[in-house]
């Protein structure tokens, strides 16, 4: 499961993002009307819909938010039509990228993140160039003190997790999509509380960041881009040095 502290690190920065709730919940939103319409609104039949409320409580977004984003997935309430667009490409110094939006206007969405990719020179790539470096996989942290390592092992090899490791502190899981949901309910049966617990997108390599500039760029790249309305989320396959990430803090 090696690399996993290096995703989490990338978005150290996303923090002071997330505390814009206004724009958390809104991005949400979206996301749960997509899936409830692609996919319906049971969370036994649609994994995406259980991650993205686990997620949604997890970050306090009230009920109403969630109940009329659902509403209008089903169509009890009238809501933008909305369609996903996967960008991907490169940040100089071969770090990928995908950006992952949902947008009511195609042509706004493909020219402001043409500009954000040009301002930092970054390239855009052909589909399916990077994303088929990036598999989804289902990635859950629980906190040291919930559980004893052996008996938090045992547990989640059991309900069908790939591998589990301990890093600053939280215990990082790593399942197939497919067992995602069965290693979710297998903690909250056990009592333990998961701290997060999502599908996403991770690298199969990473790309080492060890120059402060580049790094610093690469932070505001990302940052512009989860800024824009329409971008959901940003993936990277960057490994930017711990004495990087203490200086960029700094």
Not at 19 to 47: C, M, P, W, Y
Not at 77 to 105: C, H, K, S, Y
């Amino acid at each position: 499961m090696s690399g996993h502290s290096k995703w989490a690190n990338i978005k150290h920065k996303k923090a002071a993002a997330d505390a814009k709730k206004g724009k958390v919940f809104s991005k949400l939103a979206r996301e749960i009307t997509i899936s409830v319409r692609q996919n319906g609104a049971d969370v036994s039949s649609n994994l995406g819909l259980r991650t993205l409320l686990l997620k949604a409580r997890g970050v306090n977004m009230p009920a109403d938010n969630i109940d009329r984003a659902v509403k209008k997935g089903t169509g009890e309430l009238q809501g933008e039509r909305l369609e996903e667009i996967m960008f991907e490409g490169f940040f100089p110094g071969g770090v990928a990228i995908v950006v992952q939006a949902l947008t009511d206007n195609r042509n706004r969405t493909v020219a402001e993140i043409r500009h954000i990719f040009t301002k930092f020179g970054a390239s855009l790539a052909g589909q399916g160039q990077v994303m088929r470096s990036f598999p989804r996989r289902g990635y859950i942290l629980v906190a040291q003190s919930a559980a004893p390592e052996d008996r938090l092992m045992e547990l989640i090899l059991e309900a069908g997790a790939e591998d589990m490791k301990l890093e600053e502190g939280q215990y990082e899981i790593l399942t197939d999509p497919a067992q995602f949901n069965a290693v979710v309910e297998a903690l909250a049966k056990a009592g333990i509380k998961t701290e997060s617990a999502e599908l996403t997108l991770l690298p199969d390599s990473w790309a080492p960041v060890t120059d402060k500039d580049k790094a610093s760029g690469l932070v505001r790249f990302t940052e512009e881009l989860e800024e824009l309305d329409d971008v959901q989320n940003v993936y990277s396959n960057a490994d930017i040095a711990e004495s990087v990430m203490k200086a960029l803090e700094g």
